[in-house]
Every structure is written in structure tokens, then in C-alpha cells.
């Protein structure tokens, strides 16, 4: 028998304001985004904005639907219109911001599993990290170099 360690790192950052330029806009967008979600069920708002390589930003936010499982999550949505607009362009930089209407989320919120999955195929698509920085509706922002930092052990095509 082995042991296998794996360790995740992250940078912390105190505050929005902390974030380069480049990111502070991306946060900014998520924030709105956030503000514009459709979740009239758990009340759980999330925004996402996306920098590309090419230049353009691509965002999105949760969308639910009474048949739970209907629903999907700001990181997908906005993973999803950008390989629709952006076929072939990587993704460099992801911000996300989430938190309850019913309370204050001061705590950095990452990806859902379901979202983690996506983010990793298209990491490995574009053979390139994905930089993610996540908060909640204030507070720290931690960035992730990688969404492997995230999602160590990650299933990709390499097993099929």
C-alpha cells in the first residue's frame, strides 16, 4: 500500500477591490449577473462572467424551474454559451459570485460538482488552465490557477 497526498492551493484575496483590473470587471459582471437570476426557489443566486481569449466576455446565471433538476447553474450556463459563441477560443479567466437572497454569504463559494465536470472538459479540450476566482456576495476572493486546484482526480476523455 501507498499514500497518495493531494493538496489544493489557493490565493485570497480580502476583498473585490484587491483583484487585478482585468478580474475586478469579471467580478463586477458576475455580481450582476447575479442579480438577474432566476431562482425563485432555494433564492440562491449565482453569476458568472467569463474572459475569453479572443477578448469577449461571456456571462450567465442560475436558472430554476419548479422540476428541480431542470434547472442550471450560472457556471454551466456561461461555459455552455461560450463554447456555443466561441467554439474554438479558449477560456483564460472565470469570476463567480453566489450567495442566498435570504442572508449574508461572506464566504467564498466555489463550483458546484456538476459545474467542476464542466469547467474540467473544457480545461482538457483547450489543454489549457482556466483561472477561477469565486466569492460569495462580499467579502475574500479566492482564485484557483486551475480548475484541477478544484477538482483533483478529475474524469476526462483520457478514460474513455
Sequence with gaps: MKTIQ???SFQVYPSVDALPDDVQHLMQLAHQMRDKAYAPYSKFHVGTA??????AIVTGNNQE????PSGLCAERVAVFQAGSQ????????????AGSLTSITDKPIPPCGACRQTISE???KQNNPIEIYF???EGEVYRSESLENLL??????NFL
Design 86 to 97: 466561441h467554439p474554438d477560443v479558449p477560456i483564460l479567466k472565470m469570476a463567480i459570485c
Design 50 to 55: 467569463i474572459l475569453m481569449q479572443n477578448g
Design 152 to 157: 483533483p482526480l478529475s474524469f476526462d476523455k
Design 135 to 137: 466569492m460569495g456576495t
Design 6 to 8: 493531494i493538496t489544493s
Design 65 to 68: 424551474n419548479a422540476a428541480y
Design 122 to 124: 473544457y480545461e482538457s
